[in-house]
């Protein structure tokens, strides 16, 4: 499946859920049965497995706010447009399968329709504490809607 077509299918499942920003990262990997480890960890940011049978997602906790929301967010690209799991932590991916998981997470974390009713009331550091994203992660998305 498409990264945009993802994103969507599942922000219509959830967004339901969630009348304002932030996405709610919690709702969404309960609605998937994904289990979210924050652990303090100087090796990566975030990693998805599929351990016996139970979709687990680490995430380092020691990162920012929206560097840390961007990882989750990320991972679960990775698993909902069926990439294929790392065989260890720390195997890279093609920059173009990660590049598709960055748009799922950035067209999940900044849907376009929350976006568009807020970007004309707020400013840009307001909006990205709103969303509870990075300032550059909202810089790309309203740079790829055309804000
Ligand atoms: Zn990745």
């Known amino acids: 499946m498409h990264e945009s077509a993802a994103a969507k299918k599942l922000l219509a ?10 996405v709610n990262l919690g709702v969404i ?11 303090p960890c100087e090796a990566f940011g975030a990693a998805f497995s599929h351990c016996g049978g139970r979709r687990c997602l680490l995430v380092n906790s020691r990162l920012p706010q929206g560097r ?13 447009l069926r990439h294929r799991p790392l065989a260890y932590i720390g195997e890279k991916r093609s920059p173009a399968i990660e590049k ?10 900044l849907p ?27 810089e790309i998305r309203m740079k790829n809607l055309k804000f």
């Open 13 to 22: 499942a959830t967004l339901p859920l969630m009348r304002t920003p932030p």
């Open 29 to 39: 990997c309960d609605c998937l049965k994904v289990e979210v480890y924050a652990m």
């Open 68 to 80: 840390f929301r961007f990882s989750i967010a990320h991972e679960l690209g990775h698993f909902l």
């Open 100 to 109: 598709e998981a960055d748009a799922f997470a950035s067209e999940l974390l």
């Open 112 to 138: 376009e329709d929350f976006l568009r009713a807020d970007a004309a009331r707020f400013t840009v550091p307001d909006l990205a504490r709103r969303y509870k994203v990075s300032r550059q992660a909202l």
